[in-house]
Protein backbone atom coordinates (compact mmCIF):
# COMPACT_ATOMS: atom_id res chain seq x y z
CA UNK A 1 0.00 0.00 0.00
CA UNK A 2 1.47 3.78 -1.26
CA UNK A 3 1.42 6.01 1.31
CA UNK A 4 2.75 9.60 1.31
CA UNK A 5 2.45 11.17 4.87
CA UNK A 6 3.35 14.96 5.02
CA UNK A 7 4.17 16.93 8.52
CA UNK A 8 5.99 19.96 9.47
CA UNK A 9 3.14 22.53 8.79
CA UNK A 10 1.73 25.02 11.42
CA UNK A 11 1.65 28.80 12.08
CA UNK A 12 4.06 31.19 11.57
CA UNK A 13 5.01 34.88 11.08
CA UNK A 14 5.56 36.46 8.15
CA UNK A 15 9.65 36.07 7.46
CA UNK A 16 9.65 32.84 9.28
CA UNK A 17 10.73 29.55 8.27
CA UNK A 18 8.86 26.11 8.16
CA UNK A 19 10.00 22.59 7.01
CA UNK A 20 8.04 19.76 5.54
CA UNK A 21 8.57 16.24 5.03
CA UNK A 22 6.88 13.72 2.97
CA UNK A 23 7.49 10.50 4.15
CA UNK A 24 6.84 7.70 1.36
CA UNK A 25 6.41 4.07 1.72
CA UNK A 26 5.10 0.80 -0.37
CA UNK A 27 6.96 1.49 -3.47
CA UNK A 28 9.99 1.98 -5.10
CA UNK A 29 11.28 5.46 -4.64
CA UNK A 30 13.49 5.68 -7.06
CA UNK A 31 13.03 6.63 -10.86
CA UNK A 32 9.65 9.27 -9.56
CA UNK A 33 9.36 13.00 -9.65
CA UNK A 34 8.15 14.26 -6.18
CA UNK A 35 6.45 17.19 -5.93
CA UNK A 36 4.89 19.35 -3.46
CA UNK A 37 1.11 21.11 -4.61
CA UNK A 38 -0.56 23.97 -2.16
CA UNK A 39 -4.04 24.75 -2.62
CA UNK A 40 -6.79 27.17 -0.63
CA UNK A 41 -10.41 27.74 -1.01
CA UNK A 42 -10.48 29.59 -3.16
CA UNK A 43 -7.30 28.87 -5.70
CA UNK A 44 -7.04 25.74 -7.73
CA UNK A 45 -4.50 23.37 -6.74
CA UNK A 46 -0.63 24.54 -8.04
CA UNK A 47 2.60 23.01 -8.28
CA UNK A 48 5.22 24.43 -5.76
CA UNK A 49 8.67 22.66 -6.38
CA UNK A 50 9.35 19.46 -7.19
CA UNK A 51 12.63 16.86 -7.42
CA UNK A 52 13.29 14.06 -9.82
CA UNK A 53 14.48 11.22 -7.39
CA UNK A 54 17.11 9.50 -9.68
CA UNK A 55 19.25 12.63 -10.22
CA UNK A 56 17.84 15.37 -8.18
CA UNK A 57 16.89 17.73 -10.82
CA UNK A 58 14.83 20.36 -9.27
CA UNK A 59 11.48 22.64 -10.49
CA UNK A 60 10.10 25.75 -8.29
CA UNK A 61 7.13 27.58 -9.08
CA UNK A 62 8.10 31.62 -9.39
CA UNK A 63 6.49 32.66 -6.51
CA UNK A 64 8.98 30.54 -4.49
CA UNK A 65 11.96 30.71 -6.21
CA UNK A 66 14.77 31.80 -3.98
CA UNK A 67 12.58 31.35 -0.64
CA UNK A 68 12.03 27.68 -0.98
CA UNK A 69 14.51 24.71 -1.11
CA UNK A 70 13.47 21.25 -2.02
CA UNK A 71 15.56 17.92 -1.42
CA UNK A 72 15.64 14.58 -0.72
CA UNK A 73 16.63 11.66 1.10
CA UNK A 74 17.14 8.12 -0.30
CA UNK A 75 18.00 6.95 2.45
CA UNK A 76 14.85 7.63 4.10
CA UNK A 77 12.40 7.70 1.21
CA UNK A 78 11.56 11.26 2.79
CA UNK A 79 11.61 14.65 0.46
CA UNK A 80 11.28 17.91 2.21
CA UNK A 81 10.53 21.70 1.67
CA UNK A 82 12.19 24.10 2.79
CA UNK A 83 10.45 27.25 3.00
CA UNK A 84 11.80 30.48 4.57
CA UNK A 85 10.99 34.35 4.08
CA UNK A 86 7.52 33.14 4.01
CA UNK A 87 4.92 35.32 3.08
CA UNK A 88 0.71 35.56 4.24
CA UNK A 89 0.10 34.34 0.55
CA UNK A 90 2.00 31.15 1.36
CA UNK A 91 -0.57 30.35 3.78
CA UNK A 92 -2.23 27.00 2.18
CA UNK A 93 -2.67 23.29 2.52
CA UNK A 94 0.33 21.76 1.52
CA UNK A 95 0.86 18.49 -0.26
CA UNK A 96 3.26 15.62 -1.21
CA UNK A 97 2.76 13.71 -4.20
CA UNK A 98 4.88 11.24 -6.10
CA UNK A 99 4.71 10.18 -10.08
CA UNK A 100 6.55 8.27 -12.37
CA UNK A 101 7.63 10.26 -14.66
CA UNK A 102 11.11 12.54 -14.73
CA UNK A 103 9.67 15.83 -14.23
CA UNK A 104 10.75 18.18 -17.11
CA UNK A 105 7.91 20.59 -18.68
CA UNK A 106 5.23 18.51 -16.80
CA UNK A 107 6.28 18.85 -12.84
CA UNK A 108 3.38 21.49 -11.98
CA UNK A 109 0.61 19.20 -13.94
CA UNK A 110 -0.86 17.63 -10.55
CA UNK A 111 -2.44 15.05 -13.18
CA UNK A 112 1.20 13.23 -13.71
CA UNK A 113 1.12 12.53 -10.45
CA UNK A 114 0.13 8.82 -9.30
CA UNK A 115 -0.05 9.16 -5.43
CA UNK A 116 -1.00 12.56 -2.80
CA UNK A 117 -1.07 13.08 0.99
CA UNK A 118 -3.42 13.85 2.96
CA UNK A 119 -1.89 17.08 3.36
CA UNK A 120 -0.41 19.54 6.14
CA UNK A 121 -1.52 23.49 7.11
CA UNK A 122 0.59 26.07 6.40
CA UNK A 123 -0.71 29.14 8.12
CA UNK A 124 1.16 32.64 7.99
CA UNK A 125 0.20 35.65 9.84
CA UNK A 126 1.27 38.96 8.98
Known amino acids: QVQLVESGGGSVQAGGSLRLSCAAS????????MGWFRQTPENEREGVAA????????YYADSVKGRFTISQDNAKNTVYLQMNSLKPEDTAMYYC???????????????????WGQGTQVTVSS
Open 97 to 115: AAGEFDGGSWWASDYEYNY
Open 51 to 58: IYTDDGST
Open 26 to 33: GYTFSSNC
